[in-house]
């Protein structure tokens, strides 16, 4: 059921995203489509990479913090680690940097050029646990997806 969602979702995004090749653009639209198309979230949105920290981006959500250092937080030690976060509890997590107080569980995947990172996409839940493994799946293709579409 979920990887059908995830498959149409994509195509969305495709759609969303050809000829698309302002990078803020894109991505405000792949988050608003994030943001109307998945369920249990408080916050999606990108962080982007400027400086050896990760700076605000567009985003569908409450109120965010501004700057991040690589390596802090779910979404520093994603960046770092150019590698996808899936946290059941984020309360659990050491070092989480708490944005927002009703955030419990998160998901963060790095956008990568050329295997460099150029940002991450951040999305919370209210709800622990709310991503598993066909989420994380399913999301890791959305930003292949739009990778391709905007680095070719």
Known sequence: ???EFYQT???QAQALLQGEDDLVAAMANFSALLNDSLEDLNWVGFYLLKDELLV???F???VACTRIPLGRGVCG???SEKKTLRVA???QFSGHIACDAASNSEIVIPVLRDNRLI????IDSPKLARFDENDQIGLENLVSSF???LFG
Request: no cysteine.
């Open 9 to 11: 979702l994509n195509r």
């Open 77 to 79: 030690s994603a960046a």
């Open 89 to 91: 509890d984020v309360h």
């Open 119 to 122: 940002a991450v996409l951040d």
């Open 147 to 149: 990778e391709n579409a």
């Open 60 to 62: 569908q959500g409450r």
């Open 1 to 3: 059921m979920k990887t």
């Open 56 to 58: 605000l981006g567009p």
